[in-house]
């Protein structure tokens, strides 16, 4: 049976572990990756290059959005046309989506690179931490554009039907990585331009693996293809269907820069990287998450524009409750042992280790909560619903946390900024809840609809 269309008629358990289990192991390996990669760092270079790397976080999010923005809009376009039939000029999707990202990473890249510690002041960045932001930054803004485009065309490796292949990607990028990172990083005693230069050569590889998927077969990008050439009207369908993970990118790198400018008011140095510490915590904990919503994207959106809304209901219902059940049980072994996970990161700090402790265990304190959201937010991206989709992420991102990341300090000091992201845990659940809840009455009226139409 063709790859593509025993979506709409296989298991949908079946195909949702099919597509998820890769997206969630490459997930997995790639935050593993960002918490060893900060391992080395801290016990290599000592706190304050954690801090360093934290303080760049606002960067490499702005990357990520656009990545998100033309990658995964591209790819949940193309798996939408596919739905609909041949004739929905879904072939010309993803050369238009390789060459806008091109395009943007690059120029963006350029831009960081002429504004470079301006643009880290900006951020929060300073003293010691500055200078080991810059160092690691510099270097970093190489391989950016490479991963932008890498991570943005494996979409599409995915919704191409190929699950195992787009997991490879990210798996060869981590690995490498986490390789690489000792080598620069202790044996050539490069400490934390070592890491950056890692970074980058893992990058590298992965953009040069995700690009010869594209160079065999029906899905050829070459210099000179007619499909690298950029068509506005497909640019434009491409940036809406991208515009929610794009804002919830740009979401990130808001309130890492807002949580860097109120650490450095209420808190201190350390304070900085136990913030950076639980980002990579609170990363891997959603990873699988995102990897079950990820797999779930291609298959929803196909059967929706096939007007298979039982099939849709199925996967959101069974994604949602997987998330669920992946998230409680990482929440309940992080806070089981949450000494354990701040001291790996420097040992040696034991005011790290304490202010940590504290900070984790009313950080992640409603996180479990997440789940909904982040299955109900792919959902509408994936059914072509982009209004719900920017909503449900703005409401954490934006409308919750940002005033609560102000608003407490007031109240509570360092503990206020630590206590915004449990209030905005819950705040968002709710909504997503009681929109939710409108979208599967409004399935219902679809799907009776749908069988009026076809006995007719």
């Given at each position: 049976?063709?790859?593509?269309?025993?979506?709409g008629?296989?298991?949908?358990?079946?195909l949702?572990?099919?597509?998820?289990?890769?997206?969630?192991?490459?997930m997995?390996?790639?935050s593993?990756?960002?918490?060893?990669?900060?391992?080395?760092?801290?016990?290599?270079?000592?706190?304050?290059?954690?801090?360093?790397?934290?303080?760049?976080?606002?960067?490499?999010?702005?990357?990520?959005?656009?990545?998100?923005l033309?990658?995964?809009?591209?790819?949940?376009?193309?798996?939408?046309?596919?739905?609909?039939?041949?004739n929905?000029?879904?072939?010309?999707?993803?050369?238009?989506?390789?060459?806008?990202?091109?395009i943007?990473?690059?120029?963006?890249?350029?831009?960081?690179?002429?504004?470079l510690?301006?643009?880290?002041?900006?951020?929060?960045?300073?003293?010691?931490?500055?200078?080991?932001?810059s160092?690691?930054?510099?270097i970093?803004?190489?391989?950016?554009?490479?991963?932008?485009?890498?991570?943005?065309?494996?979409?599409?490796i995915?919704?191409?039907?190929r699950?195992?292949?787009?997991?490879?990607?990210?798996?060869?990028?981590?690995?490498s990585?986490i390789?690489?990172?000792?080598?620069?990083?202790?044996?050539?005693?490069m400490?934390?331009?070592?890491?950056?230069?890692?970074?980058?050569?893992?990058?590298?590889?992965?953009?040069?693996?995700?690009?010869?998927?594209?160079?065999?077969?029906?899905?050829?990008i070459?210099?000179g293809?007619?499909?690298?050439i950029?068509?506005?009207?497909?640019?434009?369908?491409?940036?809406?269907?991208?515009?929610?993970?794009?804002?919830?990118?740009?979401?990130?790198?808001?309130?890492?820069?807002?949580?860097?400018?109120?650490?450095?008011?209420?808190?201190?140095?350390?304070?900085v990287?136990?913030?950076?510490?639980?980002?990579?915590?609170?990363?891997?904990?959603?990873?699988?998450?995102?990897?079950?919503?990820?797999?779930?994207q291609?298959?929803?959106?196909?059967?929706y524009?096939?007007?298979?809304?039982?099939?849709?209901r199925?996967?959101?219902?069974?994604?949602?409750?997987?998330?669920?059940?992946?998230?409680?049980?990482?929440f309940?072994i992080?806070?089981?042992s949450?000494g354990?996970?701040?001291?790996?990161?420097?040992?040696?700090?034991m005011?790290?280790?304490?202010?940590?402790?504290?900070?984790?265990?009313?950080?992640?304190?409603?996180?479990?909560l997440a789940?909904?959201?982040?299955?109900?937010?792919?959902?509408?991206?994936?059914?072509?619903?982009p209004k719900?989709?920017?909503?449900?992420?703005?409401?954490?991102?934006?409308?919750f946390?940002?005033?609560?990341?102000?608003?407490?300090?007031?109240?509570y000091?360092?503990?206020?900024?630590?206590?915004?992201?449990?209030?905005?845990d819950?705040?968002?659940?709710?909504?997503?809840?009681?929109?939710l809840?409108?979208?599967?009455?409004?399935?219902?009226?679809?799907?009776?609809?749908?069988?009026?139409?076809?006995?007719?």
């Amino acid at each position: 049976m063709n790859r593509v269309h025993r979506i709409g008629s296989e298991s949908t358990s079946k195909l949702l572990i099919e597509f998820s289990l890769p997206a969630i192991v490459a997930m997995l390996v790639q935050s593993t990756y960002s918490i060893i990669d900060r391992i080395f760092i801290g016990n290599g270079a000592g706190t304050a290059a954690i801090s360093g790397i934290t303080l760049c976080l606002p960067v490499i999010a702005i990357f990520m959005a656009f990545g998100m923005l033309i990658g995964i809009g591209g790819a949940s376009l193309y798996s939408l046309c596919l739905g609909e039939g041949e004739n929905s000029g879904y072939r010309k999707i993803p050369g238009n989506t390789f060459t806008l990202l091109l395009i943007i990473s690059l120029f963006l890249s350029l831009v960081t690179s002429l504004s470079l510690n301006e643009i880290l002041i900006f951020f929060g960045a300073k003293g010691e931490s500055l200078i080991y932001a810059s160092q690691y930054l510099k270097i970093l803004l190489i391989g950016l554009p490479l991963q932008t485009v890498g991570y943005g065309m494996n979409n599409f490796i995915r919704a191409k039907g190929r699950p195992g292949m787009a997991m490879a990607t990210m798996l060869i990028g981590s690995i490498s990585n986490i390789i690489l990172a000792p080598l620069f990083i202790f044996t050539l005693h490069m400490g934390i331009k070592g890491a950056a230069v890692s970074t980058v050569s893992a990058q590298l590889i992965s953009c040069l693996w995700v690009l010869s998927f594209f160079r065999s077969g029906k899905s050829i990008i070459k210099p000179g293809s007619p499909i690298l050439i950029l068509s506005i009207k497909t640019s434009m369908k491409t940036a809406v269907m991208g515009l929610g993970p794009f804002i919830m990118q740009i979401g990130t790198c808001v309130v890492a820069a807002v949580y860097n400018h109120q650490l450095m008011i209420y808190g201190n140095g350390p304070a900085v990287a136990v913030y950076g510490i639980m980002h990579c915590i609170m990363v891997f904990l959603l990873m699988p998450v995102l990897g079950i919503s990820q797999g779930a994207q291609p298959l929803i959106g196909y059967n929706y524009g096939a007007g298979r809304i039982l099939r849709v209901r199925g996967l959101l219902f069974k994604s949602v409750t997987a998330s669920a059940f992946i998230l409680l049980c990482g929440f309940i072994i992080v806070l089981s042992s949450p000494g354990f996970f701040i001291s790996i990161f420097n040992p040696a700090d034991m005011e790290l280790r304490s202010a940590g402790i504290h900070a984790l265990n009313i950080f992640i304190s409603m996180v479990p909560l997440a789940a909904l959201q982040i299955c109900a937010s792919g959902y509408f991206l994936a059914a072509g619903k982009p209004k719900q989709a920017v909503l449900l992420t703005v409401s954490r991102q934006i409308i919750f946390l940002l005033p609560m990341i102000m608003i407490l300090p007031r109240f509570y000091g360092v503990d206020g900024i630590w206590m915004a992201a449990p209030v905005s845990d819950m705040a968002a659940f709710l909504l997503t809840l009681f929109i939710l809840f409108r979208e599967l009455q409004e399935l219902k009226k679809k799907n009776l609809l749908f069988h009026q139409i076809e006995r007719a």
